[in-house]
């Protein structure tokens, strides 16, 4: 495995860390503070237009929200007998 490849694996490794935080944050207290809001954004690079305290709310409430979707699409039953909707053949 290259450098590059290894960096890159970690970065996701931490990605991945960090939203599962945002995710027992948001079970735990019921929502989302901006503190690890800022803490995703930190991890992707600039802030930009999310330097404005506006814009982090409505950015906290958007996350905080996708939180909740996600929780809802993992909680969906599902039939083991039901055949998947799209098959993706071997080639």
Do not use: K
């Not at 079970?27 to 503190?35: R, W």
């Not at 330097?51 to 409430?61: G, M, Q, T, V």
């Not at 905080?64 to 909680?75: A, I, P, S």
């Amino acid at each position: 495995m290259r450098r590059r490849d290894f960096a890159a694996l970690a970065a996701s490794g931490a990605a991945a860390a960090l939203w599962q935080q945002a995710c027992r944050e948001v079970e735990d207290t019921g929502s989302l503070s901006a503190a690890t809001v800022g803490t995703l954004l930190d991890h992707q690079g600039p802030r930009g237009i999310y330097e404005d305290p506006a814009e982090l709310e409505r950015l906290r409430r958007a996350v905080e929200n996708m939180v909740g979707v996600q929780r809802t699409l993992r909680d969906f039953p599902l039939d083991p007998d039901e055949p998947p909707a799209t098959i993706f053949p071997r080639g």
